[in-house]
């Protein structure tokens, strides 16, 4: 694995982890939601961007993305997506 896989797999289990304990839920759930929902793809695709911002600015950029896509999640404090 390079350098960069290996960076990008760690931003990946990071984001997944944040979104784990922002939710409430456990860390195969917020994978499924990300997965599901094409926010494990953007982050993917847009690592190059998003790895430059907070870790809780990029999970909420793939939230937004998921919301997008028909993923919703309870959170009090959520803005409401444009898509």
Known sequence: MSKKESAISQFLIAC????????????ADAYQYLNKYAGM??????YDVEH????ENAVADAVGICQCHGGEL??????ETQC
Do not use: P, V, Y
């Open 52 to 55: 430059t911002l907070s870790i």
């Open 74 to 79: 309870n959170h009090e404090n959520q803005a």
């Open 16 to 27: 997944i982890a944040s979104l784990a304990e922002q939710q409430g839920i456990s860390n």
């Open 41 to 46: 793809d953007f982050l993917f695709d847009e």
